[in-house]
Structures are given as C-alpha cells and as structure tokens.
T-cell receptor
Framework: AQTVTQSQPEMSVQEAETVTLSCTYD???????LFWYKQPPSRQMILVIR??????QNATENRFSVNFQKAAKSFSLKISDSQLGDTAMYFC???????????????FGKGTHLIIQP | AAGVIQSPRHLIKEKRETATLKCYPI?????VYWYQQGPGQDPQFLISFYEKMQSDKGSIPDRFSAQQFSDYHSELNMSSLELGDSALYFC?????????????FGPGTRLLVL
C-alpha cells in the first residue's frame, strides 16, 4: 500500500511571493504517477500538475513547477508569483502504473491549506 | 471543453434510505472513478471501472455498489444510509489514450444524511 504525507497543514504567504508545498510518499512500486490537485472553496478538484516517475525532468505548468526526487520519494510543488486565486487546499496524490490497462485509484495526502494574503 | 457531469448536485436523505448518484464522463473517456470526501478530509478512493468492468476497489462499504453502463456513464448505489455517509462524492474520468492516467474530476454530489 502507498502512503502520501503532507507535513504542512497550513501555509500563508503574501501575494506575488513564491511558495513551496511539501509532499513525501512511500511505495514499493517503480512505475507510478504523482499529481498535485487544487481544491478551492467551491470544492471542485482541479488538476494542477502531473509527473511520471520514469521521467527525470521536473514538470512545469506556467507558474507551477515540481521538484521530483525519486530516490528521496519527495514531490514538492512550487508556486511562483502567487495570486489571490491560488488560495485553496492543495492535495498531493499518488497513482501506481497499471500495465494491464486497468484504472487504479489515487491515494491522497491530507492536504495543505494555502492562503495568499493581499 | 466538456467536463464530467454529476447528478444530482445535492441530495438529502434519511437514515436507512437508499441513494443513487450518477456520473457522465468526459466524451471519449472510458474510465470512471468514485471518491468520497468527508468534511475536512482528503478524498478516499471507492471504486473504478475500465471498459465497463470493475478495475480497482478501495474503501467502498459493502452497502455501496456501482456499475458502468454501455455508454460509459456510471452509477453509485448506496443503501441503508448512515449519518457517516454524509460527504461530497466525486466522480472522475480518464481518457482512453494519451494521458490515460490523468483523472479529471466532476463537481461532486453533496450528500446529507439526516
């Protein structure tokens, strides 16, 4: 079984600052995927960024980037030039690769509540 | 762009009643997942379907069942409802090809059991 740990229950930064959210995971799998999802007050789950474990290059999506350290089982999210609309709960999630074409569920961390102050 | 559709969006039931939640995946997505998110909690995976067959099973209670139909929509049936079943229920879908591992979530169904 996999576990995902987010050690920061809440973080607060000023608008335009850069913030890094931490995530560590534990697995015996070699092929897997990692995700960050954002959940604003509307409670919609929005995909922020994804990373394939077999890729060494860190994923980037506009202001969002990750620092993926496979050996350390660490997957942090960096948000640059933070905006008020980034205020949300951020969940780190793990999914193992299913070579048989099936559909495995996501294992989520407990989340980090990020508050962007004006 | 089309998104995952869930109905109803809100549902109020009494204890011991039954409830059926519906999910319509994004067009050309053949995989559906169900999650339960209690207040202040992270989403918990319940069950998934790939090509209309059950694929993976998580912490789904025996009182719950689900299926995927020929048009790929899915229904989650919940019986003998308990107060603890009050939660936000998400459906997610992923595509047949390309980034097949990426799950796109619907808006959720808020279930309140009284």
């Amino acid at each position: 079984a996999q576990t995902v740990t987010q050690s920061q229950p809440e973080m607060s930064v000023q608008e335009a600052e850069t913030v890094t959210l931490s995530c560590t995971y534990d697995t015996s799998e070699n092929n897997y995927y990692l995700f960050w999802y954002k959940q604003p007050p509307s409670r919609q789950m929005i995909l922020v960024i994804r990373q394939e474990a077999y890729k060494q290059q860190n994923a980037t999506e506009n202001r969002f980037s990750v620092n993926f350290q496979k050996a350390a089982k660490s997957f942090s999210l960096k948000i640059s030039d933070s905006q008020l609309g980034d205020t949300a709960m951020y969940f780190c999630a793990f999914m193992k690769h299913n070579s048989g074409g099936g559909a495995d569920g996501l294992t989520f961390g407990k989340g980090t509540h990020l508050i962007i102050q004006p | 762009a089309a998104g995952v559709i869930q109905s109803p969006r809100h549902l109020i039931k009494e204890k011991r009643e039954t409830a059926t939640l519906k999910c319509y995946p994004i067009p050309r997505h053949d995989t559906v997942y169900w999650y339960q998110q209690g207040p202040g909690q992270d989403p918990q995976f319940l069950i998934s379907f790939y090509e209309k067959m059950q694929s993976d099973k998580g912490s789904i209670p025996d009182r719950f069942s689900a299926q995927q139909f020929s048009d790929y929509h899915s229904e989650l049936n919940m019986s003998s409802l308990e107060l603890g079943d009050s939660a936000l229920y998400f459906c997610a879908s992923s595509p047949t090809s390309g980034r097949a591992e990426t799950q796109y979530f619907g808006p959720g169904t808020r279930l309140l059991v009284l």
